[in-house]
């Protein structure tokens, strides 16, 4: 009895593992044909060079730091995506950063236009380095002016020579 029981089990498990192997086939078939149906993303090679460029202008949203070309976050492969589509079909450079811009904002062009409300951005680090500069300027105009100019008295020669523990050389 135990032996036929054995014997049952190994063939349930055979019926399973080779079920299993069908199904895993068949899923690999089923979806060698989906990505058949995917049309193709490749570019000529003025198409890869327009898209490279314009991946190079446009800032990756999720990292801020880097360009969507040098970007591997899932919005920038996206980003990416889209700006082949564009191209292939038929939309000039102008137009594809036209559609970033209405779609993201200024933020996703590396090089903002200057507008009134980019002003800051723009001119904002130059201003803080004249602000930063003035100021120092004016902090050493007036410690040159506390700086006094004048020679000792014999009474402040002689509290210096005290503190000092010593004679103090006489001024010239």
């Known amino acids: 009895m135990a032996q036929q029981d054995i014997a049952a089990g190994a063939a349930a498990a055979e019926i399973v593992t080779l079920r299993t192997a069908i199904a895993c086939?068949?899923?690999?078939l089923l979806t060698s044909g989906v990505s058949a149906a995917t049309p193709a993303?490749?570019?000529?090679?003025?198409?890869?060079?327009?898209?490279?460029?314009?991946?190079?202008?446009?800032?990756?949203?999720v990292c801020q730091n880097q360009s969507i070309a040098e970007s591997n976050a899932e919005l920038a492969v996206d980003l990416r995506r889209e700006i082949n589509e564009q191209i292939r079909?038929?939309?000039?450079?102008?137009?594809?950063?036209?559609?970033?811009?209405?779609?993201y904002g200024d933020f996703v062009l590396y090089r903002p236009?200057?507008?009134?409300?980019?002003?800051l951005l723009w001119f904002g680090p130059a201003l803080l380095a004249i602000a930063a500069l003035l100021a120092f300027m004016r902090?050493?105009?007036?410690r040159r002016r506390r700086v006094s100019e004048r020679p000792l008295t014999d009474a402040?020669?002689?509290?210096?020579?005290?503190?000092?523990?010593?004679?103090?050389?006489?001024p010239q």
């Not at 594809?96 to 209405?102: H, Q, T, Y």
């Not at 236009?113 to 002003?119: E, F, I, N, Q, R």
């Not at 402040?156 to 006489?170: M, N, V």
């Open 41 to 61: 993303l490749q570019l000529d090679a003025a198409g890869a060079r327009r898209a490279a460029a314009l991946a190079e202008q446009l800032r990756c949203l």
């Open 139 to 142: 902090a050493l105009r007036n």
């Open 113 to 119: 236009p200057v507008k009134s409300h980019t002003l």
């Open 25 to 28: 086939v068949l899923l690999a």
């Open 89 to 103: 079909a038929g939309r000039s450079d102008t137009d594809i950063r036209d559609f970033m811009v209405a779609r």
């Open 156 to 170: 402040e020669h002689a509290e210096a020579e005290r503190l000092l523990g010593g004679p103090a050389s006489t």
